[in-house]
């Protein structure tokens, strides 16, 4: 069982050069998400997918786009990398939300991130 | 909005220390709470959670209780290992979303 795949885990990029960041789960989870990982500030929301079909905006989604065609995957696109975009990039899945009146949400589960740098 | 807030690192420990690494979170509700932790090189996974008030969570040696009267939900663990060395991350559901808020991470490096 792979869980959650990310490929490339390395990649330099000129700014203004365009790429596509890959994630794909093979555990059936309906929910996908991008986050960013930077010095001091954590994780951050860039897109994320409650189905197939389906996007939604999150903290920071300006300069990426994202796609979800198939259920398993969920694509991050940046079109004309910047400089700013210079981070790493995690994917994560989860299953559906389990509903009960305390509104539990169930772990995510994250891919080992893509290392990406733009110059 | 909801949010969370801990400690700032880094955090340097010898090993067999008695670690805790604050977490205070502000949120509508009573959500479930979460540590999730980053080894190095790695991505993040789920060390423990609570779902309500009072419940502890527990895993690997660490600890962590769902404080409702002061809105914590510290992390600790009696006795570290050099194994234990990663990144320590808060988190909590965002009310009303499907989005999950974690707080900025703790360096927890464990020395021989």
């Known amino acids: 069982n792979a869980g959650v795949t990310q490929t490339p885990k390395f990649r330099v990029l000129k700014t203004g050069q365009s790429m596509t960041l890959l994630c794909a789960q093979d555990m059936n989870h309906e929910y996908m998400y991008w986050y960013r990982q930077d010095p001091g500030m954590g994780l951050r929301l860039i897109h994320y997918s409650v189905g197939e079909g389906t996007t939604a905006k999150g903290e920071v989604p300006d300069g990426y786009n994202v796609s979800r065609l198939k259920k398993q995957n969920f694509l991050l696109g940046l079109e004309s990398a910047a400089p700013s975009q210079t981070s790493v990039y995690f994917c994560?899945?989860?299953?559906?939300?389990?509903?009960?009146?305390?509104?539990?949400?169930?772990?995510?589960?994250f891919g080992n991130g893509t290392r990406l740098t733009v110059t | 909005g909801d949010s969370v807030t801990q400690m700032e690192g880094p955090v340097t420990l010898s090993e067999e220390a008695f670690l805790t690494i604050n977490c205070t979170y502000t949120?509508?509700?009573?959500?479930?709470l979460f540590w999730y932790v980053q080894y190095p090189g790695e991505g993040l996974q789920l060390l423990l959670k609570a779902t309500k008030a009072d419940d502890k969570g527990s895993n690997k040696g660490f600890e962590a209780t769902y404080r409702k009267e002061t809105t914590s939900f510290h992390l600790e663990k009696g006795s570290v290992q050099v194994s234990d060395s990663a990144v320590y991350f808060c988190a909590l559901p965002q009310g009303g979303s499907e989005k999950l808020v974690f707080g900025k991470g703790t360096k927890l490096t464990v020395n021989p």
């Open positions: 949120a509508t509700g009573y959500p479930s």
């Open positions: 994560a899945s989860r299953p559906n939300r389990i509903p009960t009146i305390r509104s539990y949400n169930s772990p995510l589960h």
